[in-house]
């Protein structure tokens, strides 16, 4: 059922429909949407009550004993304050209101913030992500009690939250990472001439010449062996049978014979090779080869579109990925998702990562599907791309339903 309601937001009181001090049964029956509960940290006394993404309700007891609403964090659209709507909303209109209101102001690229009226609002590519607002002096209350709580542990990592479980969950990841310097085709003098004049590029040609040629290597200069891992580039080695697809660029070529032996899910063939084929980002195609090494054909495709400059892969290891490892503790005190987390490394299995989504969103996604391949900044430089295969497809190998995921910051 969706939440048809407007919230118009009260400093200190919560909203003209929902109120700070409310019960979780006063606040159901306003909003008349079911509800789930979960817990922000391990330490933290009460739970989190969510109404599908769009409102999220923290809890507190009060002198009279009752659990009562503290505060609300909201990413819906119907959200105002003096009916300007904020969900969504061009970040300077509404960055002229907050101005104007809080005379406190705290403006950066990422939120915009009042402490003495316990406002935080986030940002995301210029647009209002998300609004969060308490009661007068929630905020204090909570830092003191983190504070106290992460004093008495002997490690703040021990106090980072496990989520929503009574035990900290982990994962079997196998991991990778580059080896040597990326490389790409030889400088093309009127492709980058083009360049130059469409972008106004504000050096000398020269230069910019100079600093990619530093930066990268000519893939015709340097040895890359037939059949070894890699990401990206010009140089893909196929089998007779597979041809180079057509509107695509090469996104990995992964030697199972050589990752097989770190998966400890034992769900990828023990031979043979993966590749992985991109196009935009979101779309692509995955084809398994069980051959040989020695059956491989050299193709070679120059190209400026997505990841036209490649890197092999070095090391491969097997590493256990804590769910702990995804949280961070605010400038508040509170331990919160970070969005950010994971997103510089490449590996395959694992927890899902999309530097844009949130927590609820990158658990409903790990349900029923398994992390085939993410390739981090540690390859890119900026992103992470993600494919994801539902279980039973890895197990039966097709790889025809693959879903393709890029995000950055």
């Known amino acids: 059922m969706e939440l048809i309601m407007n919230f118009n937001l009260k400093i200190f009181e919560g909203t003209d429909s929902i109120k700070f001090g409310m019960t979780s049964e006063e606040i159901q029956s306003i909003l008349k949407i079911k509800s789930t509960f979960f817990k922000e940290s391990e330490v933290a006394l009460y739970q989190i009550e969510n109404y599908n993404d769009i409102c999220q309700v923290h809890y507190e007891a009060s002198e009279d004993g009752q659990i009562v609403s503290a505060a609300f964090r909201f990413s819906a659209p119907s959200v105002f304050l003096d009916n300007i709507q904020l969900i969504g909303e061009e970040a300077g209109k509404v960055e002229d209101l907050f101005k104007l209101k809080f005379k406190d102001y705290e403006i950066s690229d990422h939120c915009f913030v009042s402490h003495k009226s316990e406002i935080f609002i986030t940002l995301n590519f210029g647009k209002i992500l998300t609004v969060y607002i308490t009661r007068k002096g929630y905020v204090e209350k909570q830092k003191r009690f983190y504070e106290k709580a992460l004093s008495q542990s ?3 990592i021990e106090k980072k939250a496990k989520v929503i479980t009574t035990k900290e969950e982990k994962y079997c990841v196998i991991r990778f990472s580059p080896l040597g310097k990326e490389y790409h085709q030889a400088w093309d003098e009127a492709y980058h001439e083009q360049l130059y004049k469409e972008y106004s590029i504000d050096k000398p040609l020269y230069q910019m010449k100079s600093e990619l040629e530093s ?28 041809k180079y697809p057509e509107g695509y660029s090469f996104l990995a070529q992964i030697d199972l014979a050589l990752f097989s032996k770190h998966d400890k899910l034992g769900l990828l063939p023990d031979r043979g090779y993966l590749y992985f084929f991109v196009k935009d980002g ?5 084809f398994y080869e069980n051959v040989e090494k020695d059956k491989l054909k050299r193709i070679n495709k120059e190209h400026e579109d997505w990841y036209f400059a490649g890197r092999i892969i ?5 590493e256990n990925e804590l769910i702990s490892s995804r949280y961070k503790i605010d400038d508040n005190g509170l331990t919160v998702w970070d969005e950010l987390a ?13 530097v844009q989504a949130t927590e609820n969103e990158i658990k409903k996604m790990m349900k029923n599907k398994i992390l085939l391949l993410q390739v981090g900044s540690d390859f890119l430089g ?6 994801y295969i539902e279980e039973d497809n890895l197990r039966s190998m097709d790889f025809s339903q693959c879903i393709f995921d890029y995000s950055q910051t």
């Open 382 to 387: 900026t992103g992470v791309q993600c494919v």
């Open 282 to 286: 979101d779309k692509g195609l995955v």
């Open 154 to 156: 002997t490690s703040l």
């Open 314 to 318: 070095g090391d491969i290891w097997f």
């Open 342 to 354: 994971g997103e510089e490394t490449s590996k395959i299995y694992g927890i899902f990562t999309n």
């Open 215 to 242: 930066e990268y290597d000519d893939y015709k200069k340097i040895d890359i062996p037939i059949g070894i891992s890699r990401i990206g580039g010009p140089v893909v080695d196929l089998p007779e049978n597979l």
